[in-house]
């Protein structure tokens, strides 16, 4: 039986930071010691972590990994192999794919493909549309992690429009309803409002992306989920926040009071409008970076409760589908292999301390979606882990990313901390720059 000793590092776990150790046995913590403490029983394998954060390992619940019919820009093994390099131990795939994920047998193939290729944990939503809600009471809730609702146009045209089958898709379901919330019907509005004022021109500067998936979209269609939300008691989650005039929806209150919950993305936190100037449609995502403005109350609510996670929405393109701009470029950046580096970095800025961004990055995300014995550094729990190095100066360059398209927005930065280790149901995924592709992960489990 094999045990491994993790000694001497800065244990980062539910609202804390103390130098201790963590016995894993098998895919298990078996033991949190203090500094002090040593194991019950002898070590077969010893790490010293001397210097290094341990965290829990971090769960992405929103990630489209483009598998299947997709893959020419992603496929699980390349996305989920980027993702253990970046700490992250568990995900959760849109539906959005070819086919799509909006029958029994498309989630269960997709269970299927994603066992057969996936380094580390995942899971699944099942996408609505307006007329598949017949299905979710064939749902299994304790492997499906939500259902995924777009109420704004998306990847695969799984628009919801209907107002019957959005209060069917609401009252229909006692699973988690993830929504991408934007109003169609302002953003067509806007296009056609830019198109005419400029008539001479194919495509717009994506610097009017912005505009055209306004401030006034986001809000109104995150407005309408949450008034259906409480008026048949579903549970949602909306996805992306992006503007400041949103966040007057949430309620600053304990997660565990919450039937409402938001996440925030890392594009959201990281950009602004003004880096379309020299990033330009690297950065093109739906819901659009907007001002300044929106980004700085976004890391506020994050730091005061009321966004409850922080996600990627890694959405892989190649270069070649990003060109053009605000009408034709695709919207979508890879994120997942660098977003834990990313709010680290913003720890040392000062925006977060590197407790909110574990209770943000993995305990929230564990309990909201009640995922089970993960999320958490505790005996009995799944020995999903990542160590990090702080005072590790690099630069993101084209030859270290793993992401199958082969870019990211993130190039030419300098960050201070690094990746070191990440263990994925206490097997070592990722040391020392190397992937052990051979590993495969387990499918999520739900309360």
Not at 25 to 47: D, F, R, V
Not at 214 to 240: D, N
Not at 243 to 257: G, M, V
Not at 316 to 332: C, D, F, M
Request: aromatic share 6%; with cysteine; glycine share 6%.
């Amino acid at each position: 039986m094999k045990r491994t000793l993790i000694k001497n590092a800065i244990i980062v776990n539910e609202g804390k930071s103390i130098e201790g150790s963590v016995v894993i046995e098998n895919e298990k913590i078996i033991e949190l010691l203090t500094a002090e403490q040593e194991p019950t029983s002898p070590c077969n394998e010893t790490i010293d972590a001397s210097g290094c954060y341990l965290l829990p390992g971090i769960i992405d619940d929103h990630v489209h990994f483009r598998d299947p019919g997709l893959t020419h820009k992603a496929d699980i093994s390349t996305e989920s192999s980027a993702a253990a390099a970046g700490g992250v131990t568990s995900i959760m795939d849109m539906p959005n794919t070819n086919p799509l994920v909006t029958t029994i047998d498309t989630l269960n193939d997709k269970f299927e493909l994603m066992a057969r290729k996936s380094v580390i944990n995942y899971s699944c939503y099942f996408g609505a549309t307006n007329t598949n809600y017949k299905f979710f009471e064939h749902l299994d809730s304790h492997k499906v992690c939500g259902i995924k609702l777009f109420m704004g146009s998306s990847t695969g045209n799984m628009l919801v429009e209907r107002m019957k089958s959005l209060m069917k898709i609401f009252s229909d379901t006692d699973l988690l309803i993830a929504t991408h919330c934007e109003s169609q019907e302002i953003i067509k509005a806007n296009i056609e409002k830019y198109k005419k004022k400029y008539s001479d021109v194919v495509d717009l500067s994506v610097r009017y992306h912005h505009l055209i998936r306004s401030i006034e979209a986001c809000y109104q269609s995150s407005k309408l989920a949450v008034k259906l939300a409480k008026q048949t008691g579903a549970r949602l989650h909306i996805l992306h926040i992006s503007t400041e005039k949103e966040l007057s929806l949430f309620e600053n209150k304990p997660l565990a009071e919450k039937k409402i919950t938001a996440e925030a993305c890392i594009p959201h936190l990281l950009f602004t409008s003004a880096d379309y100037t020299t990033l330009g449609t690297r950065i093109k995502c739906n819901p659009a970076i907007k001002l300044k403005g929106n980004r700085e109350a976004l890391r506020n609510a994050v730091n005061s409760g009321l966004i409850d996670v922080i996600a990627t929405d890694h959405a892989p393109h190649l270069l070649s589908e990003k060109e053009g701009g605000a009408l034709k470029a695709t919207s979508g950046m890879p994120m997942v292999q660098f977003s834990l580096v990313s709010m680290l970095q913003l720890v040392n800025e000062g925006v977060f301390t590197i407790e909110k961004i574990v209770e943000k990055m993995c305990h929230a995300p564990a309990d909201i979606y009640s995922i089970n014995h993960r999320g958490y550094i505790r005996p009995g729990y799944q020995a999903d882990l990542v160590l990090v190095r702080p005072n590790n100066k690099w630069e993101l360059t084209k030859d270290s990313i793993l992401s199958k398209c082969q870019w990211s927005p993130l190039e030419g930065r300098t960050f201070d901390w690094k990746v070191d280790k990440t263990f994925v149901n206490g097997h070592l995924v990722y040391s020392e720059g190397r992937v052990d592709e051979n590993y495969r992960g387990q499918q999520l489990r739900f309360r």
